[in-house]
């Protein structure tokens, strides 16, 4: 019963589901899985949210996933799950075999923040080896609708698409956008404009307030209210999945 109990209505909304917990061992087996979010909703249960060291084989959350079926919330919590990652193809920022230009990330969730008061970092920031605007292009991890695109003062130039699952993949502080307008669907690697330096202002087009770079944030819709997510999970499921843009 005391685990049955780690699902509610509200797990969406605690921290532990919130940070997306996955281990060295855990990425090597959703590695191999076409659908990690189902994975990912018994592993998180029966570990705790990370809380625990467990070994589990898709086989065996396969058959573990019935009891929590029974459970109250266990429908909107799956469909989280999928919505953060059943979407995810490639790595958001596309490179060239030659490395003129290299990125890094690191797990900065909740990280202070002072720009407009002080607050928590939703989101991961990929950064570049030079810091040059305008050169690296980002892509759509995902399918999706473009479901917002313009200013921001805190985001500069943002782009944000509507994955076919629900999720909100949101791109900031972009140098410039590809020719996608809202509406436009688009499929995962698509183009949607180069990594920059803007925002940090409610002038349009400011840059160099920052060290150029892309903020990735993934959000959630719970009862229409958006809950943003840790994507530095989602970026190292993702690391390998990197698009040469010399090919396009």
Request: overall charge negative; proline content about 4%.
């Amino acid at each position: 019963m005391s685990e049955i109990s780690r699902l509610d209505a509200d797990t969406v909304l605690s921290d532990g589901f919130r940070e997306q917990p996955v281990d060295t061992q855990t990425a090597r087996v959703i590695s191999g899985i076409d659908a990690p979010g189902e994975y990912l909703a018994v592993y998180w249960l029966e570990s705790g949210f990370g809380e625990q060291n467990i070994s589990l084989s898709p086989e065996d959350a396969l058959a573990m996933r019935k009891r929590w079926e029974r459970a109250d919330g266990w429908s909107d919590y799956l469909s989280a799950c999928q919505a953060v990652w059943n979407d995810l193809v490639y790595f958001p920022v596309a490179l060239s075999q030659s490395g003129n230009i290299n990125v890094s990330f690191e797990d900065s969730w909740m990280f202070d923040r002072s720009y407009k008061g002080e607050r928590g970092h939703e989101g991961t920031d990929i950064m570049p080896d030079k810091n040059e605007r305008g050169v690296l292009p980002v892509v759509s991890m995902t399918d999706g609708v473009v479901q917002n695109k313009g200013w921001l003062e805190l985001g500069g130039y943002r782009i944000g698409i509507r994955a076919p699952h629900g999720a909100y993949f949101y791109y900031a502080h972009l140098d410039s956008y590809a020719d996608i307008e809202e509406g436009d669907e688009i499929k995962a690697g698509d183009l949607l404009g180069y990594m920059g330096d803007t925002g940090y202002s409610t002038t349009e087009g400011t840059k160099g307030k920052f060290p150029v770079h892309l903020h990735l944030g993934i959000y959630i819709d719970k009862g229409g209210q958006e809950i943003s997510v840790n994507p530095y999970p989602a970026l190292k499921y993702t690391e390998e999945k990197i698009i040469d843009y010399e090919d396009r």
